[in-house]
């Protein structure tokens, strides 16, 4: 896990706080994912930057918002979110050619409780 | 669209007995097939994966997979089980177009008994 880190390990915020995910790669790897996880449903993919470009966005509410500043360093800022906003977010990390494109390497995890 | 199917919330299986989690795919196309495993608090750890060669993909821990395009299927298998195997585990999909991004099964949780 120490290729891919994420800070803060937990968060509670309210709903009218802002605050900010950060996760950095030491991979050399040039594609960055958020991924959501809630209990017992299958991990949901929120956004995608592939050379610090965004390629992806899946129907994300717009109180998440992505910030890609380097291919090393991907933020997620919160504002204003809910109580279902509450689940596991990961951030993972990937080379798009290779010998071992295609493999997402994920970090431990941002446990974020919304009250 | 790309899905994957794992049929079963739970296996349950004592230790040093073999143990199989299954995982069936729907893609256009030729399969790029993962296993992740999640322990508690954890993120999600890399296994094994199958991009193309031989159906029968060996990983890390003493896991295996079989890739078998006829079922469409890639179960995760294990020769004896560990207690500490215990865990969540994710089989996941992508197509090979380039385009894609893996589609992500909801679990299987494995629970291996002394």
């Known amino acids: 896990e120490t290729g891919v880190t994420q800070t803060p390990r937990h968060l509670v915020m309210g709903m009218t706080n802002k605050k900010s995910l950060k996760c950095e790669q030491h991979?050399?790897?040039?594609?960055m994912y958020w991924y959501k996880q809630s209990a017992k449903k299958p991990l949901e993919l929120m956004f995608v930057?592939?050379?610090?470009?965004?390629?992806e966005n899946n129907s994300v509410p717009s109180r998440f918002s992505p910030e890609c500043p380097n291919s090393s360093h991907l933020f997620l800022h919160l504002h204003t979110l809910q109580p279902e906003d509450s689940a596991l977010y990961l951030c993972a990390s990937s080379q798009t050619s290779g010998r071992d494109q295609e493999t997402q390497y994920f970090g431990p995890g941002t446990r974020l409780l919304v009250l | 669209a790309q899905s994957v199917a794992q049929p079963e919330d739970q296996v349950n299986v004592a230790e040093g007995n073999p143990l199989t989690v299954k995982c069936t795919y729907s893609?256009?196309?030729?399969?790029?097939l993962f296993w992740y495993v999640q322990y508690p608090n954890r993120g999600l750890q890399f296994l094994l994966k199958y991009i193309t060669g031989d159906n029968l993909v060996k990983g890390s821990y003493g896991f295996e997979a079989e890739f078998n395009k006829s079922q469409t299927s890639f179960h995760l298998k294990k020769p004896s089980a560990l207690v500490s195997d215990s865990a969540l585990y994710f089989c996941?999909?992508?197509?090979?177009?380039?385009?894609?991004?893996?589609?992500f099964g909801k679990g299987t949780m494995l629970l291996v008994s002394p």
């Open positions: 893609v256009s196309g030729n399969p790029y």
């Open positions: 991979l050399g790897h040039n594609a």
């Open positions: 930057y592939n050379f610090k470009e965004q390629t």
């Open positions: 996941a999909v992508r197509d090979n177009s380039g385009y894609s991004t893996l589609t």
